[in-house]
């Protein structure tokens, strides 16, 4: 198994391609090595000093470190971990921990705005992100702010602000109206 990595925007983290198949499909994000129970993937990586976050996509895996920890003394690892996981046979995620990342629900008078706000994230906003290897999902419609949970490499990205106000409020406010301002939520 060849295993590519590639950077991203945020220096904290690094996303690995293994070449098969991660999720069939959502994604999987795990912001902290307890979250990671129902996952036997995260759960290697998270055993290499230095990881704080692991994010589950499609065909990537986007790993997240401590500032205080070098790419270099880590990575290695890391692909020890993912290879270890495929190699053993065992799961990405365990039934009871199904994939999800997807959107929050939202009914309402604003059901129409928010299918709409989903649409655009859906088809221009997620395969961009995915892309460097994290997420965005809607989380929230209110009074014309949309609230985004950002997720993987998006999270704590120095650049994921200019990302949301500059990109994706812009592209919201251009095709839909009623959108004021776009915030993240944690």
């Known amino acids: 198994m060849f295993i590519q990595t590639e950077t991203t925007p945020n220096p904290a983290t690094l996303k690995f391609l293994p070449g098969e198949t991660v999720l069939a499909s959502g994604t999987a994000d795990f912001p902290d090595a307890e979250q990671a129970a129902g996952s036997p993937l995260a759960r290697r990586i998270f055993a290499v000093p230095g990881v704080t976050g692991v994010f589950l996509?499609?065909?990537?895996?986007?790993?997240?470190?401590?500032?205080?920890?070098?790419?270099?003394?880590?990575?290695?690892?890391?692909?020890?971990?993912?290879?270890?996981?495929?190699?053993?046979?065992?799961?990405?995620?365990?039934?009871?921990?199904?994939?999800?990342?997807?959107?929050?629900?939202?009914?309402?008078?604003?059901?129409?705005?928010?299918?709409?706000?989903?649409?655009?994230?859906?088809?221009?906003?997620?395969?961009?992100?995915?892309?460097?290897?994290?997420?965005?999902?809607?989380?929230?419609?209110?009074?014309?702010?949309?609230?985004?949970h950002m997720q993987g490499a998006c999270a704590g990205c120095p650049s994921s602000t200019l990302t949301l106000k500059m990109g994706i409020e812009n592209l919201l406010r251009h095709y839909i109206p009623e959108v004021v301002e776009v915030r993240p939520v944690a």
Do not use: C
């Open 57 to 148: 996509g499609s065909d990537f895996v986007t790993v997240t470190k401590t500032d205080a920890t070098a790419w270099d003394q880590i990575k290695p690892s890391i692909l020890g971990a993912i290879m270890d996981h495929y190699q053993s046979g065992d799961q990405v995620m365990t039934q009871a921990a199904a994939a999800g990342g997807g959107h929050a629900e939202h009914d309402g008078p604003d059901v129409e705005i928010v299918n709409q706000i989903k649409e655009l994230l859906d088809t221009r906003v997620r395969p961009a992100v995915a892309q460097d290897g994290g997420d965005i999902t809607f989380h929230g419609f209110d009074r014309g702010v949309v609230y985004l």
